[in-house]
């Protein structure tokens, strides 16, 4: 906890304000600058078990939180749609620096969710694969049986 809350919860600010300005690679730099500093901030929330808030689950942090995106001017509804955006990254920040053993005990599954999606698409890809590689051999049979019906009709003539 180098970083004291209050210079967190100014610098959350002021990527808060920069996030409404900017679109594309930006924005995305912007959002997980913002990530980054969430997950500092709950350093500073503990638990009742005095542990770190590192899922962000206590009252006291979410109401800073919410502080925060109002001191930015944004709506609920805005806050919730940077906080769907940002959850991604917040997710592989924790993992990154939460120890195994609280990982555990908070219930966070060890994957992040870069590695989720890793193995979603992997398993995707994989599925396609034999789907293909099924059509082929249905189109392959298809082709054998027309071809010989039709062949068998030819002759027949």
């Known amino acids: 906890m180098a970083t004291s809350k209050q210079q ?11 996030v409404r300005q900017t679109t594309g690679e930006r924005r995305t730099i912007l959002l997980r600058d913002l990530a980054e500093q969430m ?5 500073h929330y503990l638990t009742p078990s005095g542990d770190p808030d590192w899922t962000g689950r206590t009252g006291v942090y979410r109401y800073a939180v919410r502080e925060l995106y109002g001191q930015a001017g944004y709506s609920p509804e805005e806050r919730k749609a940077i906080q ?24 966070l599954e060890r994957t992040t969710p870069k590695d989720r999606n890793r193995l979603r698409s992997r398993r995707d890809r ?10 082929r051999e249905l189109l392959a049979a298809q082709t054998k ?7 068998n009709s030819t002759s027949a003539h």
Do not use: F, K, M, W
């Not at 967190?8 to 920069?18: A, F």
């Open 84 to 107: 769907t955006a940002t959850r991604y990254h917040v997710g592989n920040l924790v993992r990154a620096r939460v120890p195994q053993e609280a990982a555990e005990a908070l219930g």
């Open 126 to 135: 994989d599925e396609l694969r034999e789907l293909l590689a099924e059509a």
């Open 145 to 151: 049986t027309t071809g010989s019906a039709h062949s």
């Open 39 to 43: 997950v500092d901030l709950r350093e």
């Open 8 to 18: 967190i919860e100014r610098e959350i600010v002021r990527i808060l304000c920069g």
